[in-house]
């Protein structure tokens, strides 16, 4: 099979604990961790990268056999820098839902991001790939034109993970979370969403629950679109929403499951940069793979794979995700 994965890349500086360490970032984390669980498959990064870090990125791409470098376009721009500081911030949000208390020890300063890919660089890849793994780094990664061109001229599987289109980058490059009014054209626009909890319990100006959300989602339109939502919780696991055709008598119906997934805990924890980007596209993979969509068994697949990222630093080491098993 043949796989896109459209976003932006980007250098990371994390600093921890009073040190500094610099990382490729950004679609590179779902780029790469697809191409080594999908390694008898090929995988297409769809994007523009900066000039000054052209060389390098696609050099160290090229140690994957099967990743293809043909839809990567060189942009006369600098590539986007991301400073990630994890200071054990105080806890900024509880989830009306569960109940749990989430920490989030981390704040992110942003340099400005490459320009959008757009359609007309993606279109010429529609025609052979199987499916396409989006996933909004930056938020500004691809336009919701361009998404909506896309779900309009291809008929295979679109993962979409929501993730920085609520980030909003004020002067100084600082980034915070925020409402959009378009929000229902973003997340109706793929076959199955992915976003964290606080991303779902901001994106919608309303405030929706999550139930609410996952049912004004995932039951428009198309009966062949919107099938699943997963929200990642950190360590407090995963839900997955999904629709499900059911009948009673001679009635057929949609219904909104759920399900939750505890987080496997990792006993040599490294960093938990890219989680949400190695469950992304573990859950895509184990979605497609046989055809069957059988998201509740994507959902525990991308919940171990995510887990075993916590043990790798950085994407330079995610070859390293090799001996999964289903």
């Known amino acids: 099979m043949e796989f896109g994965v459209i976003g932006e890349p980007c250098i990371d500086f994390i600093h921890r604990g009073g040190k500094e360490s610099k990382s490729l970032g950004g679609i590179l984390y779902s780029a790469v961790s697809l191409a080594v669980i999908a390694s008898n498959d090929k995988v297409y990064p769809i994007m523009n990268l900066g000039s000054d870090e052209f060389d390098n990125i696609v050099s160290f791409m090229s140690k994957f056999p099967n990743i293809r470098t043909d839809f990567i376009k060189r942009a006369e721009h600098k590539t986007r820098i991301v400073n990630l ?47 396409i793994l ?35 980058t004020d002067s100084e490059g600082k980034r915070t979370q925020s409402s959009i009014n378009n929000w229902e054209v973003w997340c109706r626009a793929s076959d199955t969403l992915q976003m964290n909890e606080s991303e779902l319990h901001v994106i919608t100006p309303e405030k929706l629950g999550e139930y609410e959300f996952a049912e004004r989602v995932l039951t428009a339109g198309n009966e062949n679109f919107g099938k699943a939502l997963a929200v ?24 909104i499951d759920k399900s939750d997934l505890a987080a496997i805990e990792s006993n040599h924890f490294v960093d938990s940069t890219g989680c949400g980007d190695v469950f992304a596209s573990s859950f895509f993979y184990r979605s497609i793979m046989d055809g069957k969509y059988d998201y509740e068994a994507s959902l525990n697949f991308a919940n171990r794979m995510a ?20």
């Open 85 to 131: 500081y994890y200071k054990g911030l105080e806890v900024e949000f509880e989830c009306p839902e569960t109940g749990k208390r989430k920490t989030y020890d981390r704040e992110e300063n942003s340099t400005e991001p490459t320009l959008p890919v757009d359609y007309g660089w993606i279109k010429p890849a529609l025609a052979q790939l199987d499916g």
């Open 134 to 168: 989006i996933n909004m780094v930056s938020g500004v990664d691809i336009i919701i034109d361009t998404l909506q061109k896309i779900r309009s001229t291809f008929g295979g599987y679109m993962h979409l993970d929501i993730h920085n289109v609520v980030m909003q």
């Open 307 to 326: 887990s075993k990222k916590t043990k790798i630093k950085g994407v330079e080491e995610l070859h390293r995700l090799k001996g999964y098993e289903f």
């Open 232 to 255: 990642t919780r950190g360590k407090t696991g995963v839900s997955l929403f999904s629709k499900q055709k059911k009948k009673v008598m001679d009635e057929e119906y949609f219904e």
